[in-house]
C-alpha cells in the first residue's frame, strides 16, 4: 500500500476516534433501555441512569471484556430487579455512587459489590431479609448504607464489619427485633468512624440481648456517632442508667413515638446533647 494512501487512512481513523470522544457524553439518562451492547459507545460516561426501564436483571456477560472506567455514579431506581450477582457491576470498576432503590431484590451474592471505591450505596425499598456478611467485603471506602424499607429483622455481629469507613446507616422501616453491641462496628475498632444510625421504625424488644425490652449500659459502642434515631419502636419500654455511656460524642437522639416506653433513666445519657425528642 503506497505511503500516502496509508498515511490517509490512520489519519481518517485517528480523526472519527477523536470526533466520538468528543461527543460522547459524561452523562446519561436511558429510557427504554434493553441493550447493554449500546454502552460500548459511551466510554467516557461518568453518570449513568437507567431509571424505569423494566429491566429484571444485570447481565453485562457479553461485555466481560469491556468496561467503563469512567463512571462514577449509577441509578438503577424503580425497575423489576429481584437479584444482584457478581456480574452485576463488573464493568464498572470505579464507581463512587450505586442506586437500586424500588425495585423488588430479595438476593445479594457473596461480594457481588466488588467495588474498592464505592462511598455510597442505595438498597432502600426492597425485599431483602438479611445482611450477609459477605455483601460488603470488598467495599472498604463505603460511606453511605441506605436499606431503609426492607424486611431485615436481625443485624449479625458480622453485617457490617468489612466495611471500615461507614459513616451514615439507615435501616429505618424494617423489622428488626435486635442488635448486638458490635452490630455496627468495622472488624478493626481503630476504623470506628459511624456518625449517624437510623433505627426507627423497628421493632426493637431488645437491644441487645435483652429480653425485657430495655436499653442496658455499655451495649452500643460507637465512639464518634452523633446521631441516633430509634423511635417508631412499639415494643421499646425501657432506658437504663448510662445505656449511652460508650457515645462520647453523641448530640442528637430521637426517641419520638415510642408508645409502650415508659422509663427513661436521668442519667442514661453520658454525654451532653444539643437535641432530644
Known amino acids: 500500500?503506497?505511503?500516502?494512501?496509508?498515511?490517509?487512512?490512520?489519519?481518517f481513523f485517528s480523526i472519527w476516534t477523536i470526533t466520538l470522544a468528543d461527543i460522547c457524553p459524561e452523562k446519561c439518562t436511558c429510557?427504554?433501555?434493553?441493550?447493554?451492547?449500546s454502552l460500548l459507545n459511551f466510554k467516557q460516561l461518568t453518570s449513568l441512569d437507567l431509571s424505569n426501564n423494566q429491566l429484571n436483571s444485570l447481565d453485562?456477560?457479553?461485555?466481560?471484556?469491556?468496561?467503563?472506567p469512567s463512571l462514577i455514579k449509577l441509578v438503577l431506581d424503580d425497575n423489576k430487579l429481584a437479584s444482584i450477582t457478581r456480574q452485576s457491576f463488573i464493568i464498572f470498576p470505579n464507581v463512587e455512587e450505586i442506586s437500586v432503590k424500588h425495585n423488588g431484590i430479595f438476593a445479594i451474592d457473596w461480594e457481588a459489590f466488588r467495588?474498592?471505591?464505592?462511598?455510597r450505596l442505595y438498597l432502600g425499598w426492597n425485599h431483602l431479609p438479611t445482611i450477609s456478611e459477605h455483601m460488603l467485603r470488598f467495599t472498604p471506602n463505603l460511606e453511605m448504607l441506605d436499606l431503609s424499607h426492607n424486611q431485615i429483622s436481625i443485624a449479625q455481629s458480622s453485617s457490617f464489619f468489612a466495611a471500615q469507613h461507614l459513616k451514615h446507616i439507615d435501616l429505618s422501616f424494617n423489622r428488626i427485633?435486635?442488635?448486638?453491641?458490635?452490630?455496627f462496628s468495622p472488624l478493626f475498632q481503630e476504623f470506628l468512624q459511624l456518625e449517624t444510625l437510623d433505627l426507627s421504625y423497628n421493632n426493637l424488644s431488645s437491644i441487645p440481648w435483652q429480653s425485657n425490652r430495655k436499653v442496658c449500659v455499655g451495649e452500643l459502642v460507637q465512639p464518634v456517632l452523633e446521631t441516633l434515631?430509634?423511635?417508631?419502636?412499639?415494643?421499646?419500654?425501657?432506658?437504663?442508667?448510662?445505656?449511652?455511656a460508650k457515645l462520647p460524642l453523641l448530640q442528637t437522639t430521637i426517641l419520638a413515638n415510642n408508645p409502650m416506653?415508659?422509663?427513661i433513666?436521668?442519667?442514661?445519657f453520658k454525654t451532653f446533647l444539643r437535641c432530644l425528642n
Not at 467495588?115 to 462511598?119: E, P, S, T
Not at 427485633?177 to 452490630?183: A, C, G, I, P
Not at 433513666?265 to 442514661?268: F, H, I, R
Open 1 to 11: 500500500m503506497p505511503n500516502n494512501r496509508r498515511l490517509s487512512i490512520l489519519l
Open 177 to 183: 427485633q435486635r442488635f448486638f453491641y458490635d452490630s
Open 115 to 119: 467495588l474498592f471505591r464505592l462511598k
Open 265 to 268: 433513666s436521668p442519667s442514661a
Open 60 to 68: 453485562f456477560s457479553a461485555l466481560s471484556d469491556f468496561s467503563l
Open 261 to 263: 416506653l415508659n422509663f
Open 229 to 244: 434515631n430509634i423511635s417508631h419502636c412499639p415494643k421499646l419500654r425501657l432506658i437504663e442508667a448510662r445505656a449511652f
Open 31 to 37: 429510557k427504554d433501555f434493553n441493550n447493554y451492547a
